[in-house]
């Protein structure tokens, strides 16, 4: 509408800086659109933008306020309660972000970003009862959300439920084949249940759904090892290292399986590489018994004295 020009050719100017990455600019331009009239619905737009541009310049606090000037103007608005939970959730304030999701869920109980991030919330705090009621819901209002399949098959693996696991990861990966992490899950669900076979099979098809995971390739490391065919543990750290040259585990994984062929110079080779590109591994191989029969040879000696923290 003509009588929204002036307000609506800041939002223009303002939209252009944020996506060229001109935060502060972006942030300038939006505060003139408010300076003009417009409808109560692209006012509450305009504060949402503010409120995204203060947390992108880690300015929480800032973008809490930002949200609270929404509620304080236009009433009970999901997202800016949604927007107030997950500024607190950032901060590591539990309360408060559980408080606020649950605000915005009582205005709209299908919301779905509030229903997954307060499941997650949950998750992460250990809440295990929680999270699984919340994803749960998330999955009754959406159905075809396979994150949430794929988080709650993750907790139920989590807590040895294998089944279970396996269940709800099929699902999601029956939603979107092509969600590496459900495959990759689905692997370590059936390794739980001494399922070799479709472990294997379920840890290739998530590295053919994405090379640069390198839990995938350690996964595969391990189980290989486990079966004692250090040759395909070899082969497959190889394939990861040539995939992620900046993996320190991976690195350090293919350090042991050397140590286990009797390569000596190509296993501390790799510890040193390992300890370059993070320092902490020296303090682990302390206590690994791999490393238990070479505890006084020169070269580890050298390079764990050079990393020990």
């Given at each position: 509408?003509?009588?929204?020009?002036?307000?609506?050719?800041?939002?223009?100017?303002?939209?252009?800086?944020?996506?060229?990455?001109?935060?502060?600019?972006?942030?300038?331009?939006?505060?003139?659109?408010?300076?003009?009239?417009?409808?109560?619905?692209?006012?509450?737009?305009?504060?949402?933008?503010?409120?995204?541009?203060?947390?992108?310049?880690?300015?929480?606090?800032?973008?809490?306020?930002?949200?609270?000037?929404?509620?304080?103007?236009?009433?009970?608005?999901?997202?800016?309660?949604?927007?107030?939970?997950?500024?607190?959730?950032?901060?590591?304030?539990?309360?408060?972000?559980?408080?606020?999701?649950?605000?915005?869920?009582?205005?709209?109980?299908?919301?779905?970003?509030?229903?997954?991030?307060?499941?997650?919330?949950?998750?992460?705090?250990?809440?295990?009862?929680?999270?699984?009621?919340?994803?749960?819901?998330?999955?009754?209002?959406?159905?075809?959300?396979?994150?949430?399949?794929?988080?709650?098959?993750?907790i139920f693996e989590q807590n040895s439920r294998y089944k279970d696991a396996?269940?709800?990861?099929?699902?999601?990966?029956?939603?979107?084949?092509?969600?590496?992490?459900?495959?990759?899950?689905?692997?370590?669900?059936?390794?739980?249940?001494?399922?070799?076979?479709?472990?294997?099979?379920?840890?290739?098809?998530?590295?053919?759904?994405?090379?640069?995971?390198?839990?995938?390739?350690?996964?595969?490391?391990?189980?290989?090892?486990?079966?004692?065919?250090?040759?395909?543990?070899?082969?497959?750290?190889?394939?990861?290292?040539?995939?992620?040259?900046?993996?320190?585990?991976?690195?350090?994984?293919?350090?042991?399986?050397?140590?286990?062929?009797?390569?000596?110079?190509?296993?501390?080779?790799?510890?040193?590489?390992?300890?370059?590109?993070?320092?902490?591994?020296?303090?682990?191989?302390?206590?690994?018994?791999?490393?238990?029969?070479?505890?006084?040879?020169?070269?580890?000696?050298?390079?764990?004295?050079?990393?020990?923290?």
């Amino acid at each position: 509408m003509e009588k929204f020009r002036r307000s609506n050719n800041y939002i223009n100017i303002a939209n252009s800086f944020y996506i060229n990455k001109d935060l502060e600019k972006a942030l300038k331009y939006y505060f003139k659109a408010l300076n003009f009239e417009n409808s109560q619905d692209e006012y509450i737009n305009i504060y949402l933008n503010i409120a995204q541009i203060y947390f992108e310049l880690d300015k929480k606090y800032k973008a809490i306020e930002t949200y609270e000037i929404i509620l304080e103007k236009f009433g009970k608005i999901k997202e800016a309660y949604y927007g107030i939970a997950v500024m607190y959730d950032y901060l590591d304030k539990f309360t408060e972000a559980e408080k606020y999701y649950l605000e915005s869920l009582k205005i709209d109980s299908t919301f779905r970003d509030a229903l997954f991030f307060l499941a997650d919330l949950y998750d992460r705090k250990g809440k295990v009862e929680e999270a699984v009621l919340y994803y749960k819901k998330t999955i009754e209002k959406h159905p075809e959300d396979y994150m949430a399949y794929n988080n709650l098959g993750s907790i139920f693996e989590q807590n040895s439920r294998y089944k279970d696991a396996i269940e709800f990861l099929k699902k999601s990966i029956e939603i979107n084949p092509n969600y590496y992490l459900s495959v990759f899950n689905l692997g370590i669900a059936y390794k739980g249940l001494n399922d070799y076979n479709n472990a294997e099979k379920y840890y290739l098809t998530a590295l053919e759904l994405n090379l640069q995971e390198s839990n995938i390739y350690l996964n595969l490391s391990a189980l290989y090892i486990e079966n004692e065919e250090y040759e395909k543990s070899y082969n497959i750290l190889n394939k990861g290292i040539e995939n992620i040259p900046t993996s320190a585990n991976l690195f350090y994984n293919r350090s042991c399986v050397n140590l286990k062929f009797k390569k000596v110079d190509e296993a501390m080779d790799d510890l040193e590489i390992s300890c370059e590109l993070n320092p902490r591994i020296a303090d682990y191989s302390l206590i690994d018994q791999d490393f238990d029969s070479y505890r006084k040879d020169k070269r580890y000696l050298d390079i764990i004295n050079r990393y020990l923290k």
